[in-house]
């Protein structure tokens, strides 16, 4: 990865770009390199936050300038950019599709030219990758869908959607963890507590791990949403 790039972002972070473009292995080596400028332990950097092509790593500025920083960090994105994709374990997601719980699957079946049952078997079938998270605390930017599953934002986005809520949004899929207003097509819902920060931790998933939905029925997902997780 010859085009890592180092962009001063503020005057106390800085943007570490490995490309541009979206796909596992560059993902891959973003939350290598996450991890290793956390690892450092240094006292001037605070965190390290992975997106799909870069990393933001912020720092504190009066113990290390933007040349420091970098020069610092540089033999990390180097050696992350040479790694190989680490296999991840695979976090089971129970999702009861259609009905209430995911209303706008119909539509979506109709867009994509497929029933039901098949965008359910279509969307349930993958190891998705979780690219990210961001938008709300614990909200999962997964990629591997089913280009056959693609369908468009909504035109107008719900003002509330439920915590929980499985959704589609062009080529992505994702899951509502908290009660948020959202534009995204409602194929299902989780009966999981992807965040409650009465919990430790408080966010479920993990960037940079795998996600699979298992199809359930609604007796189910009463009994796991008694248990919360």
């Given at each position: ?69 970098q020069a610092l960090l540089a033999p990390l994105a180097r ?61 999962p930017y997964l990629g591997g869908m089913d280009p056959k ?81």
């Amino acid at each position: 990865m010859a085009d890592i790039r180092f962009l001063p972002c503020g005057d106390s972070a800085v943007t570490v770009e490995f490309g541009s473009v979206v796909d596992e292995a560059l993902n891959g080596a973003v939350h290598a390199f996450a991890a290793a400028a956390e690892g450092l332990g240094h006292p001037a950097i605070r965190e390290a936050v992975p997106t799909y092509r870069s990393a933001t790593v912020h720092y504190l500025p009066w113990l290390l300038d933007f040349d420091e920083i970098q020069a610092l960090l540089a033999p990390l994105a180097r050696q992350a950019g040479g790694q190989a994709a680490q296999e991840e374990a695979v976090t089971e997601i129970p999702t009861l599709y259609g009905g209430e719980y995911g209303p706008d699957l119909e539509e979506v079946a109709a867009h994509c030219g497929l029933s039901p049952d098949q965008i359910v078997a279509l969307h349930s079938a993958p190891a998705y990758r979780i690219f990210m998270l961001g938008f709300t605390p614990g909200f999962p930017y997964l990629g591997g869908m089913d280009p056959k599953l693609a369908a468009p934002r909504r035109s107008q986005p719900r003002v509330s959607i439920p915590a929980g809520s499985v959704g589609i949004a062009g080529s992505q899929t994702g899951v509502y963890p908290i009660q948020s207003p959202g534009g995204w097509q409602l194929i299902g819902r989780t009966p999981l507590r992807l965040f409650d920060p009465a919990l430790e931790p408080p966010i479920l998933l993990k960037a940079g791990g795998r996600v699979r939905f298992v199809p359930i029925d609604e007796e189910t997902f009463r009994r796991i949403e008694r248990r919360g997780r």
